[in-house]
């Protein structure tokens, strides 16, 4: 009777060891899935967020620039209708560009490139002689290599908005590649009045690209040239 008895307790007190293994095993899958889905939903909502914030900031941004360009227009199509009609081509391809990439999260660097030629062309006619591109990008990198859709052109338009320029002092703005970076680069010649900046483009930008390919955005300011380097995105 009393083996029977030290039996009876030993397989309870297993049973029991043995359910409550299972259920803490069971509690830490549960705690774990949950952690991941909260930090899932988090990234998620960090997404959307920023997303919302780009397409604010291209609000801001846009007609600013659409009105400015009109007024340049205006006066063109007095004074040469050839050119006015070249004006309104890339115009027009420049927008065509910003409305099929509105929900893309990556385009190819040679299609971005393209865009930001017209985007110069345009800032040339408002600005004749006093913006000077130079682009030193290989062939095989403009078709491999992805990009963050407008991450160029507001890294130019923030060097655009915030130096002087003229056509005697122009402003150069060099967008070149390294081993594992793009960089936009440009002569630091500070606006002396200029309209208080968010710093939310750029702050935008690497975010975004944190996201996207889990990659760090390299920020250099030596006094006399800003550099941004975005990180290469090669196309899976």
Same mark, same amino acid.
């Given at each position: 009777h009393i083996i029977f008895t030290n039996l009876n307790f030993e397989l309870l007190f297993g049973i029991i060891l043995f359910f409550f293994l299972i259920y803490g095993v069971h509690l830490f899958i549960s705690s774990f899935n949950n952690a991941k889905e909260m930090e899932l939903l988090a990234a998620e909502r960090e997404k959307e967020n920023i997303i919302a914030q780009y397409a604010a900031l291209k609000n801001q941004i846009d007609p600013h620039f659409f009105f400015n360009s009109l007024s340049v227009l205006s006066s063109l199509i007095y004074e040469n209708?050839?050119?006015? #009609?070249?004006f309104i081509s890339h115009l027009s391809k420049h927008y065509r560009y910003i409305l099929e990439t509105e929900s893309t999260n990556l385009v190819s660097l040679s299609r971005e490139l393209d %865009?930001?030629?017209?985007?110069?062309?345009?800032? %040339?006619?408002?600005? *004749?002689? !006093? /913006?000077? =591109?130079?682009? &030193? /990008?290989?062939?095989?990198?403009?078709? &491999?290599?992805? @990009?963050? *859709?407008?991450?160029?052109? @507001?890294?130019?338009?923030? #060097? /655009? =908005?915030?130096? @002087?320029? !003229?056509?005697?002092?122009?402003l150069s703005i &060099? $967008?070149? &590649?390294?081993?594992?970076? $793009?960089?936009?680069? %440009?002569? $630091? %010649?500070?606006? =002396?009045? $200029?309209r208080e900046s968010t710093g939310i483009g750029l702050e935008n930008i690497i975010k975004r690209y944190r996201i996207e390919c889990k990659k760090e955005v390299r920020i250099?300011? !030596?006094?006399?040239?800003f550099s941004v380097k975005l990180p290469k995105i090669l196309e899976k």
């Open positions: 209708t050839d050119l006015s #009609a070249e %865009n930001l030629d017209s985007y110069f062309y345009l800032m %040339n006619i408002r600005y *004749p002689d !006093s /913006i000077v =591109k130079v682009c &030193e /990008i290989s062939g095989q990198t403009r078709s &491999e290599c992805m @990009m963050l *859709p407008h991450s160029l052109l @507001m890294l130019v338009e923030n #060097a /655009i =908005k915030h130096n @002087m320029f !003229s056509r005697e002092d122009p &060099e $967008i070149t &590649e390294e081993e594992e970076y $793009i960089v936009v680069r %440009n002569r $630091i %010649n500070r606006r =002396k009045v $200029i250099e300011d !030596s006094g006399n040239l």
